[in-house]
């Protein structure tokens, strides 16, 4: 990936990262999110933060009837019971019938062999988008057995050509979070410099980061936005609003509050006046 971006497009990436952030805001997208024990409520609190509608349906013979008629769906791989297993393979089956949106979070896979199993049989199945950590990214590719947990070992730079691969294999968006975010169609890259590294401090940081791509990808379906200025616009909102809440914060306690509190006031302008962006392509 080469070339930085002419100003005058990353300004226009952060215009339509506003605009979605105004849509999403005026029509509340219903996001469904079959998602880990451990983030359930700090993810539903983010969505509601940004202006969305959370809705943790993960129950089999009502996963799949949800998706159909939600604006986006999060599959996120945290703690796989058999019971999510089982209702993150119907939820997709429904979205995929109803047309729906769905974002692929394959947390902790690699040496791990349910949710590493499950996860290749998810892409499979063609997702809007992934997200996860340079280890997920590279372990979902075939090219490494994983981070530590849900902790990388690997570099973003080191998991860039494995998602420009995974992009186009599967025609989706990947999205590779670290200090600086990469999010490609395989074709097109963008280099996010926006965040804080309070986000690692706090369980489900990364995790309520998914849900809010699937919710700007809800919104994006009502102004014709491709996926890819979808996720990276989540991103932005999200990683801008860390910004903001790590100024008025003491440790990641205090974080996590103050982060709920800049996703409901982050507004279009501060996306415009602090987005750092750089793109080009393969």
């Known amino acids: 990936m080469s070339d930085r971006l002419r100003p005058e497009s990353a300004i226009d990436l952060a215009d339509s990262a506003g605009i979605l952030l105004e849509v999403l805001r005026d029509a509340p997208p219903l996001t469904h999110c079959i998602t880990n024990a451990v983030v359930t409520g700090f993810t539903a609190n983010v969505l509601l933060a940004v202006g969305a509608a959370p809705a943790m349906v993960d129950i089999v013979g009502e996963a799949g009837m949800f998706a159909g008629v939600a604006s986006g769906l999060l599959i996120n791989l945290g703690t796989p019971t058999p019971e999510q297993r089982a209702a993150a393979l119907e939820a997709v089956a429904g979205a995929t019938t109803s047309g729906t949106p769905w974002v692929l979070d ?79 169609d395989g074709e097109r890259a963008l280099r996010l410099a926006n965040g804080h590294e309070l986000l690692t401090r706090v369980t489900g940081g990364g995790c309520a980061l998914g ?72």
């Not at 860039?160 to 691969?165: H, L, R």
């Open 211 to 282: 849900a809010v791509m699937a919710a700007f990808l809800g919104a994006a379906r009502a102004t014709g936005t491709d996926a890819l200025t979808a996720v990276a616009a989540a991103s932005l909102v999200y990683t801008i609003a860390a910004e903001q809440a790590a100024r008025r914060s003491s440790g990641p306690g205090s974080f996590a509050v103050a982060l709920l509190d800049a996703l409901a006031a982050v507004s279009a302008e501060d996306i415009v006046a602090a987005a750092r962006v750089e793109g080009g392509t393969w």
């Open 106 to 184: 394959p947390v902790a896979i690699g040496a791990l062999p349910v949710r590493t199993g499950l996860a290749h049989e998810l892409v499979d199945q063609r997702p809007t988008a992934v997200r996860g950590n340079a280890s997920e990214i590279l372990a979902l590719a075939g090219l490494s057995a994983g981070g530590r947990g849900v902790d990388a070992t690997d570099t973003t730079d080191a998991a860039a050509d494995a998602a420009a691969s995974l992009a186009r294999r599967f025609g989706c968006v990947v999205a590779v979070s670290g200090p600086i975010d990469l999010i490609t």
